[in-house]
C-alpha cells in the first residue's frame, strides 16, 4: 500500500476538475465559513485512499472506509480540507494553524451540532431582524406600484470633490449596469440625469429621455478624474481626510407578482428610497453600540490600499444601514443561551460580514455582489453594492440573491448536514448521481451512529515550527502549505476577527489572541519584512518536526505551484532539512483558471502533490537524469490531464516541471546534506542542482523537439500517431 502504487493522476484529476467547477456542490462543508484556496476535497480523499487503503485508487474511491486508529497530521491546516477528509475515513487528526480565525473555523467544521436547536435559533434571529430592520429594504416597484417590493442589491457610486472648486461629482469608471448575458439588454446609467436606460447595443446606445447622449464610459480613467463642473484634473482617492463618500444611483429589486417576466428589475432610486437612506443614518448614530468593534486597521502590504483611501478604523468600511444591520443581529445572538449554537450563530455573523461591507462589487454580468475576498484582497472601487441584510426567498421559498442571512444560514445548515451523510458524486457521461457513503462522516462522534468508535480530534492554534509531538506518533501529514508571496492570511482574517472577538468576548475559548497577524506567518509580506528565507526556514523548521513525529516509512506530502524557482528551492530545502526525500511529484489540479482572483494571469492552476518519506521508494521509471528524460515523463502526465479534461497551459507546465526538478534536486543532494550550512548558501546549492539535472526553458525544448519529431513520423502513412502529438503539446 502506497500512494506511489495506488495514485492515478488521470482519476483524481477529473475528479478535482469537476468539485473545482462549484466546491460547495461536492464538498458543502466548505460553507461553514470562507477560507482562501481550497484544495480539492477529492485529492486529498484520493490520496489518503491511495496511501491507507488496498488497491488502485480507482477501486476504493467509491467505497466506506475507517482507518481507526490512524493519526494524520495537518501543521498548515487553514480551511481544513485535509483533515476533514482524513477524519471522514476514521482517522484521528491534529490540526495546527497560527491563524485563530483557521482554528476557529476548523472547530466548527468538524465539532458537532444540534440541527435542530440551530434552525430554531437562526429562524427566531430572521424573524427578529424582519421585525427591526425589513422596512429599509423595501421599495416602490415603477412597474407595478407595490410599495414593498423588496431589495436585492443597492448600487453605490464613490464621489469625489474637485479641489479647485470644491463641488462634489461621481467617480465613475463606466456607465454599464447591467450586460446583456443575463438580463435582455444591456442597462447604462445616464451621466446627465440618473435614468437608468435598456440599450441594445453599447455601441450605439442613443440618448437618454432628458437628451444626453449615452456612453459606456465614466469620466475616471488611471485614477484620475476631470470635475465635470470646472474641468480641474483631480487624482484618486479624489477626497480630503478620513474614507470616501457614495451616492446611491441605482437598485436591483425582486417583485413576485412579476414573476416570468425577462430579465432583472432595476431602478433609479425615488425619495423614498433615499429617505429610507436617511432613517437608517439617523437610527444608527442615536444607537450606542455594544458590538461595532473601533479596531484600528493595521499597516501591511494589503491595508496598505484601504489605508491610502482614507480608510483607518474597520468600522468604517461599511454604511450606516450595514453597522445598524449588524450591531442589531450581534445583540439577538450575545442573547443566545446555548453556547453552542451561539458559536454557530456567530460563524454565520462573521462570513456574513465579506458581503455586508463597502468594498464589495456588482458583476454586470452575473448580476450579483462580489464579497470582499473575491480577489484574495481588499478591493477599492468606484463602484460598490450593498446586499440586502434580511435576504430573500422566492415563491419556491429557495433564496435568490447573495449576501443576506438567509443565504449563509441555508449554506451553513447544508454544510453541517453532509457531516453526518457526506456523499460523493458519480458521473455517467453527462448525468450525475449524489452516492451516499454509508459508515462515514465528519466529527468525534456521530450522532445517527451512537455504537461507533469515537476518533480523537486535536485542533490547536499554535504556530507549527515550535509543536512538541510524540515519536513515531503520526500515521501521516497531508498537507497544504501557505505559498510564498501569495495571499496575506493574517491580514485579510483579520477583518472578520476583530468582529467575531468583540461578538463573543476575548474570553471565549479559541479568540484570546488579539489579532490573526503573527510574525512567523509563512507568507512572503514586505510590510512585516518577511523574505524568502524566512519562508524556507519556517518550512523547515516545521518538516523537521514533522518527520520526528512520523511513523517508519509514513509519508508527509503536501500540494505546491508557484511561478519562481526560488519558492521551490525553500520547499526542497524544508524536505532536505528534516531527513526525507522526495518519492513522488504528482500533478493534479489545483483551482479554476476563472477563479476570479487569478483570471488573465499567467498563473498555473496545477499543483504538484510532493510525497516524502524517510526512505526511497521512488519508482525507477520517475528517476529522471536530463531534460529529455523529463519531457517524456511530462509527455505522459500532460496526457493523462488532458484526458481528464484539463487544458494544460505554459503556466502549468512550468509548474510541473518545477515539481519534478526539485524532486530529482533532493534525491541527488540528500546523502550529503548538511542542514546546519546558512540558508543562503542551501538555497544556491539547491537550485545548482536543479538547474544541472535541467532548467525550464530546456524542458519546453525538449517537449517542443519530441512534439516535431512525432508530427513527423505522424506523415508516414502507415502511423497515426495524433494521440502522441497531443500528449505532449506544451
Same mark, same amino acid.
Given at each position: ?219 475616471? +480613467? ?47 432610486? /425615488? ?28 499597516? &501591511? ?35 443566545? +443561551? ?72 441555508? +449554506?451553513?445548515?447544508?454544510? +453541517? ?67 510564498? &508571496? ?141 531534460? /529529455? ?96 502529438? /497531443?500528449?505532449?503539446?506544451?
Amino acid at each position: 500500500m502506497s500512494i506511489e502504487e495506488n495514485y492515478n493522476i488521470g482519476f483524481v484529476a477529473e475528479l478535482a476538475l469537476r468539485e473545482k467547477q462549484i466546491q460547495q456542490n461536492y464538498r458543502p462543508i466548505i460553507a461553514v465559513h470562507k477560507w482562501f484556496a481550497r484544495r480539492p476535497g477529492t485529492l486529498f480523499r484520493g490520496l489518503l485512499l491511495s496511501e491507507f487503503a488496498d488497491g488502485p485508487i480507482a477501486s476504493s474511491y467509491y467505497k466506506p472506509h475507517s482507518f481507526a486508529g490512524l493519526t494524520v497530521a495537518d501543521p498548515f491546516m487553514g480551511g481544513g480540507i485535509p483533515l476533514l477528509e482524513a477524519n471522514r475515513v476514521g482517522c484521528n487528526v491534529l490540526g495546527v494553524d497560527i491563524n485563530p480565525m483557521a482554528t476557529w473555523v476548523v472547530r466548527e467544521e468538524i465539532d458537532a451540532l444540534d440541527l435542530t436547536a440551530y434552525a430554531h435559533a437562526a429562524e427566531q434571529l430572521a424573524q427578529s431582524l424582519a421585525k427591526d430592520l425589513s422596512e429599509l429594504y423595501k421599495t416602490r416597484c415603477p412597474v407595478t406600484g407595490r410599495m414593498d417590493a423588496s431589495v436585492k442589491y443597492f448600487m453605490w457610486v464613490k464621489t469625489g470633490t474637485c479641489i479647485a472648486c470644491k463641488q462634489e461629482f461621481d467617480l465613475f469608471p463606466g456607465y454599464t449596469l447591467a450586460q446583456d448575458v443575463r438580463h435582455p439588454s444591456y442597462v447604462l446609467v445616464c451621466h446627465g440625469c440618473g435614468d437608468l436606460n435598456e440599450v441594445d447595443d453599447p455601441k450605439t446606445p442613443g440618448a437618454c429621455a432628458c437628451g444626453a447622449a449615452l456612453k459606456t464610459e465614466g469620466p475616471v +480613467k488611471r485614477n484620475k478624474c476631470a470635475c465635470p463642473h470646472c474641468g480641474h484634473l483631480n487624482a484618486a482617492p479624489f477626497h480630503g481626510k478620513g474614507p470616501p463618500s457614495h451616492r446611491l444611483f441605482a437598485i436591483e429589486y425582486h417583485n413576485p407578482e412579476l414573476k416570468g417576466r425577462p430579465g432583472r428589475l432595476f431602478k433609479k432610486p /425615488d425619495a423614498d428610497d433615499l429617505a429610507r437612506v436617511a432613517v437608517a443614518g439617523t437610527a444608527w448614530k442615536q444607537l450606542h453600540p455594544s458590538f461595532v468593534p473601533d479596531d484600528i486597521i493595521p499597516e &501591511g502590504d494589503e491595508t496598505s490600499r484601504l489605508h491610502r483611501w482614507g480608510y483607518k478604523h474597520f468600522r468604517e468600511l461599511f454604511n450606516d444601514r450595514q453597522l445598524l444591520a449588524l450591531e442589531t443581529s450581534a445583540r439577538f445572538i450575545a442573547d443566545v +443561551k446555548d453556547k453552542r449554537v451561539r458559536r454557530a450563530l456567530a460563524t454565520n455573523f462573521s462570513d456574513l460580514l465579506r458581503y455586508q461591507n463597502m468594498l464589495c462589487r456588482y458583476d454586470t454580468m452575473a448580476l450579483k455582489s462580489l464579497d470582499v475576498f473575491s480577489i484574495h484582497g481588499f478591493p477599492v472601487g468606484y463602484v460598490q453594492v450593498e446586499s440586502n441584510f434580511l435576504g430573500l426567498r422566492n415563491l419556491n421559498d429557495s433564496p435568490i440573491g447573495s449576501g443576506g442571512w438567509v443565504n449563509i444560514t441555508e +449554506k451553513y445548515t447544508k454544510a +453541517k448536514s453532509y457531516c453526518t451523510k457526506p456523499f460523493e458524486v458519480i458521473f455517467n457521461g453527462k448525468k450525475k448521481t449524489t452516492h451516499y457513503i454509508s459508515g462515514e462522516w465528519i466529527g468525534e462522534k456521530n450522532p445517527e451512529l451512537p455504537n461507533a468508535a469515537p476518533r480523537e480530534i486535536d485542533i490547536r492554534c499554535d504556530s507549527s515550527t515550535s509543536i512538541d509531538l510524540a515519536p513515531e506518533s503520526l500515521d501521516g501529514v497531508f498537507t497544504d502549505p501557505p505559498y510564498f &508571496g501569495m495571499v496575506q492570511y493574517g491580514e485579510l482574517m483579520h477583518f472578520c476577527y476583530v468582529w467575531l472577538r468583540k461578538l463573543m468576548g476575548g474570553d471565549f475559548p479559541g479568540l484570546e489572541l488579539s489579532t490573526t497577524r503573527h510574525a512567523d506567518e509563512l507568507t512572503g509580506n514586505n510590510t512585516a519584512d518577511r523574505n524568502i528565507e524566512h519562508f524556507a526556514e519556517g518550512l523547515a523548521a516545521v518538516y523537521t518536526r514533522m518527520a520526528a513525529a512520523l511513523k517508519p516509512g509514513a509519508p508527509l506530502l503536501f500540494t505546491y505551484h508557484h511561478n519562481k524557482q526560488a519558492a521551490y528551492q525553500a520547499a526542497a530545502m524544508g524536505i532536505l532539512d528534516a531527513g526525507l526525500t522526495c518519492t513522488a511529484s504528482l500533478p493534479c489540479p489545483a483551482e479554476m483558471g476563472g477563479s476570479i482572483h487569478i483570471h488573465g494571469t499567467a498563473s498555473s492552476i496545477v499543483d504538484t502533490v510532493f510525497v516524502c518519506r524517510d526512505k526511497d521508494i521512488t519508482p525507477s521509471a520517475w528517476l529522471v537524469q536530463n531534460p /529529455d528524460q523529463l519531457a517524456q515523463l511530462m509527455a505522459r502526465e500532460l496526457d493523462e490531464l488532458r484526458g481528464a479534461g484539463m487544458k494544460p497551459t505554459v503556466g502549468d507546465t512550468r509548474c510541473i516541471a518545477f515539481g519534478h526538478i526539485t524532486r530529482m534536486a533532493i534525491w541527488r543532494l540528500r546523502p550529503g546534506w548538511d542542514a546546519s550550512v546558512p540558508t543562503t548558501r542551501k538555497m544556491n546549492i539547491i537550485k545548482t542542482a536543479m538547474d544541472t539535472l535541467a532548467t525550464v526553458d530546456q524542458v519546453h525544448e525538449a517537449l517542443e523537439g519530441a512534439r516535431a519529431k512525432t508530427a513527423c513520423d505522424a506523415c508516414k502513412p502507415q502511423k497515426n500517431n495524433k494521440e502522441a502529438i /497531443d500528449a505532449i503539446a506544451f
